[in-house]
């Protein structure tokens, strides 16, 4: 069974790096056709897609954050990472790790649902 | 950025039925997704492509499309079901999330 867990620094100073990593075990993440994917939520408010990448490397971001944002495969330790530059107190939120189905058809698939999420780990913002 | 729109709150009384509805232009091209998010933990897909259940998910969660509008429908709502409930879709390409603001659920 698929299972995802965010690791990194819980606290963050603001105009620093936020870096985390997200562990996939029980699967192979080279080998997948789903889009590793990150969310976030701030405190109190509402899910908020940071962005994407494909087994191949190919990422996708939210505008939003795009020229702050990298998310990159690590295949080695099967895993994939969010680095987001220059923070301020508004990045302070639930970071969540998560698959995102792929256009591929696989049955017994979600179609492109995200479908396995890590628990989430929190990063507050602060000097 | 684009967005899908959801009422903020819903509120029912146990038993009755609660209805979470959920636009946008997007929806037109795009199918959708619902999950449901409960106090500290992730949220959880309960609807997929408009209208499917996942293995494990209550007969009572259905989910219907009319147009750029879906709804996700839960019968005979249970006390246990009170949580947050989001959609999501897509842009036109299928490769950007767009989630709605989420609807809250309180069973009186």
């Known amino acids: 069974q698929l299972q995802l867990q965010e690791s990194g620094p819980g606290l963050v100073r603001p105009s620093e790096t936020l870096s985390l990593n997200c562990n996939v075990s029980?699967?192979?993440?080279?080998?997948?056709?789903?889009?590793w994917s990150w969310i976030r939520q701030a405190p109190g408010k509402g899910l908020e897609w940071i962005g994407s990448?494909?087994?191949?490397?190919?990422?996708y971001y939210n505008p939003s954050l795009k020229g702050r944002l990298t998310i990159s495969i690590e295949a080695s330790k099967n895993q994939f990472s969010l680095k987001l530059l220059s923070v301020t107190a508004a990045d302070s939120a639930i970071y969540y790790c998560?698959?995102?189905?792929?256009?591929?058809?696989?049955?017994?698939?979600?179609?492109?649902?995200?479908?396995?999420w890590g628990h989430g780990t929190m990063v507050i913002v602060s000097s | 950025s684009a967005a899908l729109t959801q009422p903020p709150s819903v509120s029912v009384s146990p038993g009755q039925p609660a209805r979470i509805t959920c636009s946008a232009d997007?929806?037109?091209?795009?199918?959708a997704y619902w999950y449901q998010q409960k106090p500290g933990q992730a949220p959880v897909v309960i609807i997929y492509?408009?209208?499917e259940r996942p293995a494990g998910i209550p007969e009572r969660f259905s989910g219907s499309r009319s147009g750029t509008t879906v709804t996700m429908t839960i019968n005979a709502v249970q006390a246990e079901d009170e949580a947050d409930y989001y959609c999501?879709?897509?842009?036109?390409?299928?490769?950007?999330?767009?989630f709605g603001g989420g609807t809250k659920l309180t069973v009186l």
């Open positions: 990448i494909y087994s191949s490397g190919t990422t």
């Open positions: 999501q879709s897509a842009d036109s390409s299928g490769t950007y999330v767009i």
């Open positions: 029980g699967g192979a993440i080279r080998k997948s056709s789903d889009y």
């Open positions: 998560a698959k995102r189905g792929g256009i591929v058809v696989v049955p017994g698939a979600l179609g492109r649902a995200i479908d396995v």
């Open positions: 997007e929806l037109a091209s795009q199918y």
């Open positions: 492509k408009d209208t």
